[in-house]
């Protein structure tokens, strides 16, 4: 045979079975898995006050306070089962988040982040958050773009209401998650 026979032979024999173990294999794995949905509820504790603040300003205009346009806070935010700062830790809110509104009287943000969940039964899973948050309404709703290992290929929403608030930022927001996995 010559080498361009091996080669086709080679490229022909590859293509078959990464398509069967690219294409048909997934199919019949995804077949066998049934979707679920699960609800998390949890609260989410935003401290920028403090010798341990779990939100830092990176970015935004000089001279500026968090409700500017442009300005960036980075998070590591403890997720608690209950109000109280010091209920058990469940997770954490891991990303950032951005003033994204330019009018003076309307305060929203752009939220990037990760619930990382470290403790129960998805401990080590994460659910990723990307999308607009009017803080001023009561309830807010973001979508959930995807997942890790629990909730891989997860879709579905957060609902986020700010339970208490104070005049240096620090905020607990309570989360009721709703999200579809296998």
Same mark, same amino acid.
């Given at each position: 045979m010559s080498s361009f026979q091996y080669f086709t032979l080679f490229?022909?024999?590859?293509t078959f079975f990464y398509s069967m173990d690219g294409i048909e294999v997934r199919k019949i794995i995804k077949s066998q898995q049934t979707e679920?949905?699960?609800?998390?509820?949890?609260?989410?504790?935003?401290?920028?006050? +403090?010798? @341990? $603040?779990?939100?830092?300003?990176?970015a935004g205009p000089l001279k500026s306070t968090i409700t500017t346009f442009g300005a960036t806070m980075m998070i590591d935010d403890a997720l608690t089962e209950k109000q109280e700062p010091t209920s058990k830790i469940v997770g954490r809110a891991q990303g950032l988040y951005s003033m994204a509104a330019q009018r003076d009287h309307e305060f929203a943000l752009l939220v990037i982040m990760n619930f990382v969940f470290v403790e129960?039964?998805?401990?080590?899973?994460?659910?990723?958050?990307? +999308?607009? @948050? $009017?803080?001023?309404?009561?309830?807010?709703?973001m979508p959930i773009i995807g997942g890790t290992g629990l909730f891989r290929f997860?879709?579905?929403?957060?609902?986020?209401?700010?339970?208490?608030?104070?005049?240096?930022?620090?905020?607990?927001?309570?989360?009721?998650?709703?999200?579809s996995h296998f």
């Open positions: 490229t022909l024999y590859s679920k949905t699960s609800h998390l509820h949890f609260f989410f504790h935003d401290i920028l006050s +403090g010798k @341990n $603040p779990s939100a830092v300003r990176i129960g039964k998805y401990k080590g899973s994460t659910i990723s958050i990307l +999308g607009r @948050n $009017p803080v001023l309404n009561d309830v807010r709703e997860a879709r579905g929403y957060a609902l986020a209401h700010t339970v208490w608030f104070n005049p240096t930022g620090d905020a607990i927001v309570e989360y009721n998650v709703f999200v």
